[in-house]
């Protein structure tokens, strides 16, 4: 989930290999970017791994131009949102926090008071700089709020937790959605000859969310294998010939439709049985995985939360209440903590900076160490007038199966102006166990490969909300520029 009161934009910047001979070989810059890299040198690393590119494509070694172009895009990835130098980073303070005092905002910039890297010998900043001093500030938060007579999610969700729909087993109160997703790239940022590979989310059928109809893809004619809506992951993969594509832009569409339902889970704890350790979905939700990762750290932390409690239901619930009143929500750089290949559950833990995802993702290491089995799930929320991206946890009880929990949007309580304790206790306890009708799932966990798998031609593999693209033949971060050429409109239709 993210707040709107504090606007953030990212600058996608096209890079191109524009030398035309090289001094050394590909090989000797590359292994200069690397220690270049390594040394926290990230902008001067762009340009040596970009001499290596250009070097090795003239030696004629493409498999090696692709390994120097991944560690070029790395390179530009660890400071597309950590952009901010100490004087842009007081500016977005001041504009983005005017009502605080000078004092208080020059307290952001000291180490260990926001997010916070060092390259080319100096500090880069976060851009959300601004949203997480404000998200760490409950006084400020309702402040907020109240200037817009409006207390974000809580208004939109404390209606419907309030209401007793009419369930048919743990699910009812029915929306149905139409989708439209689509991909526009200028034609001038992509090679006149090459195959564009492009893969488009789209839902996955669940107890929360049926009667998926994949409307409308386009090109169709480039549709390389069928629509996926069942299992772990949806998607729907293209391969387009760029030589085909005259237009201004390559487009690329899907659109729609998809009910979901809410969740409301009735859970008994005494009837919790045993788990069958044997089992693969035990196995697979319990272990460690490359941003769900279980440190000896993390097993302590849930050791000393949960303490001498035994049954997994009340554990899960030691762990959501610990999250949900020890760590403020935060946004986080993704894109470097993808290119610095940190998991995100330990960079949560190491940190305290969370969220949606990220929260998410701590939680389910903290239940997996003590053996409960759990899944970060997400896609989009969609309350009305709020939809974005969003993710959210799951864990796993015999006898009850998959039990949802929202770590964020419960704490968007924190911001709430004008409403009692009884109220802001009974919406943050709904969302542990219970999840609102407005989620568009497309994936049932992190770290799930896209068919077919594109490996290290992408750097962001822990969620695929957004189309992927990649482009063997160009020598641009076409992963990023896809990122910024993507738009994505829901409408909400009766459910009949």
Request: net charge negative; charged share 20%; with cysteine.
């Amino acid at each position: 989930m993210r707040f709107s009161f504090i606007a953030v934009f990212i600058i996608i910047p096209i890079l191109t290999c524009s030398i035309s001979s090289a001094e050394f070989t590909g090989e000797e810059y590359y292994t200069s970017g690397l220690e270049t890299f390594n040394n926290k040198y990230f902008e001067k690393s762009i340009d040596l791994f970009n001499q290596s590119v250009n070097a090795y494509d003239m030696e004629g070694k493409s498999v090696d131009a692709r390994k120097a172009l991944h560690m070029r895009n790395r390179a530009t990835w660890m400071l597309v949102e950590m952009s901010l130098n100490t004087t842009q980073a007081r500016e977005v303070l001041a504009a983005g926090l005017p009502n605080l005092s000078e004092e208080e905002r020059e307290r952001y910039l000291g180490p260990g008071e926001s997010i916070q890297i060092v390259s080319d010998g100096q500090i880069r900043y976060f851009i959300g700089i601004a949203n997480n001093a404000a998200y760490h500030n409950k006084t400020l938060l309702q402040e907020i709020s109240r200037s817009q007579n409006h207390s974000e999610a809580f208004d939109e969700l404390y209606p419907v937790i309030t209401n007793e729909p009419q369930l048919d087993g743990s699910y009812g109160n029915p929306h149905r959605f139409q989708a439209n997703n689509t991909l526009n790239i200028p034609r001038e940022y992509l090679p006149d000859f090459g195959t564009l590979q492009v893969w488009l989310p789209l839902p996955v059928e669940l107890g929360s969310q049926k009667n998926i109809s994949v409307i409308q893809l386009e090109p169709a004619e480039y549709v390389k294998s069928k629509p996926i809506i069942t299992g772990d992951h949806g998607q729907v993969y293209f391969e387009i010939p760029l030589d085909k594509i005259n237009d201004k832009y390559v487009n690329v569409s899907a659109v729609y439709e998809f009910s979901t339902f809410e969740r409301r889970h009735m859970v008994d704890p005494e009837l919790i049985g045993p788990y069958d350790t044997t089992s693969e979905l035990y196995k697979t939700y319990t272990r460690s995985q490359q941003n769900i990762e279980i440190t000896p750290e993390i097993a302590d932390l849930a050791e000393e939360i949960v303490g001498d409690e035994t049954n997994p239901y009340r554990m899960a619930e030691m762990i959501y209440w610990n999250i949900l009143n020890t760590y403020p929500y935060s946004n986080v750089p993704h894109t470097y903590l993808a290119a610095s290949e940190i998991p995100e559950s330990t960079y949560m833990y190491e940190t305290g900076y969370g969220d949606c995802g990220t929260q998410s993702m701590f939680f389910c290491a903290l239940c997996r160490s003590l053996g409960i089995p759990a899944r970060s799930a997400g896609g989009y929320q969609l309350i009305p007038g709020l939809a974005g991206p969003h993710f959210w946890a799951e864990f796993y009880i015999p006898e009850y199966g998959w039990i949802p929990v929202d770590i964020t949007i419960a704490g968007s309580a924190d911001s709430a102006f004008d409403k009692n304790e009884e109220d802001l206790k009974q919406y943050k306890t709904y969302f542990f166990g219970n999840m609102d009708p407005y989620r568009y799932t497309i994936q049932n966990d992190v770290d799930i490969p896209l068919l077919p798998d594109p490996g290290d031609e992408i750097i962001f593999s822990m969620v695929h909300q957004t189309p992927v693209v990649v482009c063997m033949e160009s020598r641009e971060d076409v992963e990023l520029i896809g990122m910024g050429y993507r738009t994505i409109t829901f409408s909400e239709n009766d459910e009949s």
